[in-house]
């Protein structure tokens, strides 16, 4: 009998068209290693593609801007969202008449076929249509708790995820198992440690730089470069090898935690002054206001890099919120203006175990278990008041 390695490269073998997919947040982790991956099936000559849910700004937030890691291998690759999934097939029976011309013109929303017989005629019955088989014949998720996670990727084609395999990768406990094959190690700290090994089992030596360097960085994403407490030997071996296969170390951790602005650290500064936390520092939260942001020159995304540094820095701390106050496009606002604008920004990270979404589900959020967001039509201040309240009820009924 085979084991789930052996399964995962016999599927593998016998794909023609794979789809590497992932999580709509664009997780670090989930980018990388589906780079990685791509990289090394590549190398099988394999066809295969990578789609992802397109972020937009203007929508959510994103646990990390897609930039951040355009510096990988292959990353101009992924796309964002699935093309000509399936064929549609006009057909036309000629058994009684031959085909002399085919023209086609476009008339509005109707795309005509002008087809010339040599001899006889054709009717309406001779006509008929139908849709081919599916683009790609195997399916590859990762760092995805559940389909619903990969967003429009799956809501807008939800029969194919069903009428194809799927191969789920990942390390996460609430993980839903919904493959066919499910390789899910919740000893891993990251998707691109389980792919380490996985790539390893089946050939070392096609392990180059460049996927080294994609494993690394996932490796490097998930531990805060090392500095969360779920490190393992095994992460610290893998890492190891990783760097001695050429992965580019230095470049990585650079890229991810040394380049950040000076404008970020004036933002991070006021997000330190109004900390607060209650439940022995499990729960910790922070308030922004809309003049925070313009004193600072920064953005709503730019608040991926201090959650970032609370989880590193705050280990106590399950859940971290920050509340900020919203301001739509086109409504200017200056310094000193005395005014409340109505509508307020949260975001909520949790630790593992711990559901985000569910914490604040009163606010119809988006996101996923790790990291949920919504907007509240109040005030910065009475929403900081409500918000902490209902959150802090909730944790209360959970083992911390």
């Known amino acids: 009998m085979l084991n789930q390695e052996q399964q995962i490269f016999e599927q593998i073998k016998k794909a023609n068209n794979i789809l590497i997919t992932f999580s709509r947040t664009w997780n670090g982790d989930s980018v990388a290693s ?15 593609e990578i789609a992802a849910e397109k972020y937009e700004a203007n929508e959510t937030i994103s646990p990390e801007p897609k930039n951040l890691f355009s510096f990988l291998p292959s990353f101009s690759e992924i796309k964002n969202g699935l093309e000509n999934l399936r064929k549609f097939i006009i057909s036309l029976d000629i058994t009684n008449a031959k085909v002399n011309q085919i023209k086609y013109k476009l008339e509005k929303n109707s795309l005509n076929f002008i087809i010339s017989p040599k001899e006889g005629f054709f009717t309406e019955d001779d006509i008929t249509s139908s849709t081919e088989g599916f683009k790609y014949d195997l399916i590859i998720t990762l760092d995805s708790p559940d389909m619903e996670s990969l967003g429009k990727i799956y809501d807008n084609d939800t029969e194919f ?12 406990s609430d993980n839903e198992e919904f493959g066919q094959i499910n390789l899910v190690e919740l000893n891993a700290v990251s998707t691109s440690e389980i792919l380490f090994s996985l790539f390893d089992s089946y050939s070392r030596e096609m392990i180059d730089e460049d996927i080294a360097t994609c494993l ?3 490796i490097i994403y998930k531990t805060k470069s090392f500095k969360t407490s779920n490190i393992t030997p095994n992460t610290l071996m893998s890492t190891s090898q990783l760097i001695s296969m050429g992965a580019k170390r230095e470049e990585i951790v650079n890229r991810l935690y040394r380049s950040r ?6 933002l ?9 936390g209650t439940l022995d520092n499990k729960l910790v939260w922070s308030t922004l206001s809309h003049i925070d942001f313009i004193k600072t020159e920064t953005n709503k995304d730019d608040l991926n890099d201090v959650i970032d540094e609370l989880i590193v820095n705050i280990p106590a701390a ?9 301001i739509s496009p086109g409504e200017g606002r200056k310094e000193g203006d005395d005014f409340n604008y109505p509508s307020t920004g949260l975001v909520v990270y949790s630790s593992k175990n711990i559901d985000s979404s569910e914490l604040i589900k009163e606010y119809n959020p988006i996101g996923d278990r790790r990291l949920a967001q919504a907007e509240i039509k109040k005030p910065l201040a009475a929403a900081e008041k409500e918000i902490i309240e209902i959150i802090q ?6 083992p911390l």
């Open 268 to 276: 991070w500064g006021r997000v330190l002054a109004r900390l607060s």
């Open 318 to 326: 399950k859940i971290v919120v920050i509340i900020y106050e919203k």
């Open 161 to 172: 995820f069903y009428k194809t395999p799927i191969i789920n990768i990942d390390h996460h």
């Open 34 to 48: 589906a780079l990685a991956l791509f990289l090394f099936l590549k190398k099988l000559d394999k066809n295969v």
């Open 393 to 398: 009820k909730k944790l209360e009924k959970l």
């Open 216 to 218: 690394l960085t996932g």
């Open 261 to 266: 602005s000076l404008n970020v650290l004036k």
